[in-house]
């Protein structure tokens, strides 16, 4: 497959920077070729996806070195992040005391529950007394039927 004159500076600034909008837009080219380059050469797109891989890490190494660089000055933040992240003593002990986010759905969920089991408690009688009350006003109302 014939390579493009783009190819290989691409892969040079997706290596540095994992986003293909922003590779793109340094060398002057639309994300389409970018794509398109991709679905004409399967080489050139696991080039692709070992660069991504490549600036994914160097990301990571700047973020790890800039909370390292925070928590030698000194700065509790950072420092807490690290130690409930990575130290496995602090880990399990603030485990033990956070219990999991629920979901927006759930807690939309618990929220239907709790406004139903009020409403039942406090507006809506039961089903079969709301039966019972009718029956016995039809008796009463209507001399006709046996009491």
Not at 81 to 93: A, G, M, V
Not at 107 to 124: A, G, M, P, S, Y
């Amino acid at each position: 497959m014939k390579k493009h004159k783009l190819q290989k500076p691409f892969l040079e600034q997706l290596a540095k920077m994992p986003i293909v909008a922003t590779a793109c837009e340094k060398l002057n080219i639309s994300r389409q070729t970018v794509y398109r380059w991709q679905e004409e050469d399967p080489d050139f797109a696991k080039q692709v996806e070992d660069a991504m891989s490549q600036g994914d890490s160097l990301v990571n190494d700047m973020a790890e070195n800039q909370l390292l660089i925070k928590i030698r000055n000194g700065e509790w933040p950072p420092t807490k992040y690290h130690l409930d992240k990575c130290h496995p003593k602090y880990r399990e002990k603030n485990k033990a005391r956070r219990k999991p986010p629920e979901s927006r759905e759930e807690q939309t969920k618990q929220k239907f529950i709790e406004d139903f089991k009020q409403l039942l408690q406090t507006k809506i009688p039961v089903k079969s007394q709301t039966l019972r009350m009718i029956e016995e006003d039809e008796k009463k109302s209507d001399p006709l039927l046996p009491t």
